[in-house]
């Protein structure tokens, strides 16, 4: 059975950071590229970052470029989130995915809260 838990989800002032992980199990990690979305009350659902299998290649949302890092650990089966610079807009639930093909699986996802 394929889980991705996330974790790091809380509050914090705008300006502060978080890191955000998601644990993988059930699946060849390594074959998957990663993904992390967001989605804000009322709104769909957004790409916030990829990263591909091996962690050579990343991709952003313009509105996160220079603020958020994408990054992953195949060895501990974790990709991660390094939101810097949070902004009350950042507000939003944060859920990864994994993609391979045409199998993709999802977290149940993380609260982010930005206070100004």
């Known amino acids: 059975q394929v889980q991705l838990v996330e974790s790091g989800g809380g509050w914090v002032q705008s300006g502060g950071s978080l890191r955000l992980s998601c644990a993988a199990s059930?699946?060849?990690?390594?074959?998957?590229?990663m993904k992390w979305y967001c989605q804000a009350p009322g709104k769909g659902r957004e790409l916030v970052a990829a990263?591909?299998?091996?962690?050579?290649?990343?991709i952003y949302a313009d509105s996160v470029k220079g603020r958020f890092t994408i990054s992953r650990d195949n060895a501990k089966n974790t990709v991660y989130l390094q939101m810097d610079s949070l902004k009350v807009e950042d507000t939003a639930v944060y859920s990864c995915?994994?993609?391979?093909?045409?199998?993709?699986?999802w977290g149940q996802g993380t609260q982010v809260t930005v206070s100004s």
């Open positions: 059930g699946l060849s990690f390594s074959t998957y590229a």
């Open positions: 990263i591909n299998s091996v962690g050579d290649s990343t």
């Open positions: 995915r994994a993609d391979r093909f045409l199998d993709h699986y």
